[in-house]
């Protein structure tokens, strides 16, 4: 049988070499690569923080950008709806409500009895709003016709109120008063 104590004390160097190394590579692993590891793995947690934040950040920046845009093209369209459709001043507002409603009710066969115009400038938005008051008689087919070619008119016409009252007895005419209105760009003295 091998005598092991006598291998041991022969070779001593080099289990001494042996058991130093394995205690440096202990000592290396636990003093350098053991920390090392940690920090890489927060190091990687950090960056996957980061890369979600990153992702968040950027998607709240494509709805900034898409509101900015939506609001530039909302901006675009209103200044094109002022310009294009709204009348640039009272008078065409005026222009506009008098003679085409006039207009309307006539070939809709409904009699105009009276009509009043009311101005109301509004400073703050920079728009004036024109009222009409016209009062009609006709029948309820007339009427009807009437309303439909209103609001199917291109300009820009708001049918804000209508009563109808039932004309005299046995008369099958109705008594119709409609408010109109219609808004334009108000001038610096409010016209």
Same mark, same amino acid.
């Given at each position: 049988m091998m005598d092991v104590r006598r291998i041991a004390f022969e070779n001593r160097r080099i289990i001494w070499i042996i058991a130093a190394t394995l205690v440096v590579n202990v000592a290396l692993y636990a003093l350098v690569v053991?920390? %090392?590891?940690? =920090?890489?793995?927060? +190091?990687?947690?950090?960056?996957?923080?980061?890369? @979600?934040? %990153?992702?968040?950040? @950027? =998607?709240?920046?494509?709805?900034?950008?898409?509101?900015?845009?939506?609001?530039? +093209?909302?901006?675009? +369209? %209103?200044?094109?709806?002022? @310009?294009?459709?709204?009348?640039?001043?009272?008078?065409?507002? =005026? =222009?506009l409500l008098y003679l085409p409603l006039n207009q309307l009710a006539r070939k809709a066969n409904l009699t105009s009895l009276q009509s009043s115009l009311q101005p109301e400038p509004d400073r703050k938005t920079g728009l004036g709003k024109l009222t009409v008051t016209l009062n009609l008689e006709g029948e309820y087919d007339n009427v009807r016709r009437f309303i439909h070619q209103l609001e199917t008119a291109s300009e820009f016409l708001v049918l804000e109120s209508v009563v109808v009252r039932q004309g005299s007895e046995g008369e099958r005419n109705l008594s119709v008063i409609a408010q109109i209105a219609t808004y334009y760009m108000a001038g610096g003295n409010g016209n």
């Open positions: 053991y920390p %090392l590891t940690n =920090r890489v793995q927060t +190091e990687q947690q950090q960056a996957g923080d980061a890369t @979600r934040a %990153l992702n968040t950040a @950027r =998607r709240a920046h494509d709805v900034a950008k898409g509101t900015v845009t939506g609001k530039k +093209e909302a901006d675009a +369209e %209103l200044q094109k709806f002022y @310009r294009d459709v709204l009348p640039p001043d009272q008078s065409a507002a =005026r =222009r």
